[in-house]
């Protein structure tokens, strides 16, 4: 006897309808695919238009996250100490919230005083061009913009700092 699962990736509350990827699927050791999407900063409220294309010269790090998902809760403290700790270094981290609305993701950073700039997805354009398969998932990008790793699940405090610094010292 097998057994299926099935997971439903649409919140219960929301009708939603996913676009179909118009470009490649991100691939480690190629140029890392380019999208526009508005950041928040949690601290300022400040939102700004990001586009992974106009950080050259920064490691980026994406993690694809929500604020529904448990395992991205559990890590979400350890993003927020790596994060403080490599901001001023050269590194761009932007959790792209996965299928929420604004007050949703917001609110969960703010609520729990996490200061990590939230990326918003509506509509998850770049959930599908990125193809996610999971949350969390983490993508590292390097200062010449190239797709060094992806990284589906949860990271350690430690494995999050060993990314970035790798990338920051090559």
Known sequence: MGIVLG??????????????PTGPAPVVGQPAPDFAIPL???????TVTFRPSEQKGKVIWLNIWAS???PCRAEMPDIQ???EEFQGQGVMLVAIAYNEPYD???GYMERNKFTVPV?????????????LTGLPTHFFIDKEGVMQEIRPGSLTREGMRERLQKLLNS
Do not use: H
């Not at 997971?7 to 179909?20: S, T, Y």
């Not at 990326?119 to 193809?131: C, N």
């Open 7 to 20: 997971i439903n990736w649409v919140r219960g509350d929301q009708d939603f309808d996913f676009p179909l």
């Open 40 to 46: 928040v900063d949690t601290a300022t409220g400040e």
């Open 68 to 70: 529904w998902c448990a």
């Open 81 to 83: 100490k790596v994060w």
């Open 104 to 106: 949703d993701s917001t």
């Open 119 to 131: 990326g918003l997805d509506p509509g998850a354009k770049v959930v599908t061009e990125y193809r």
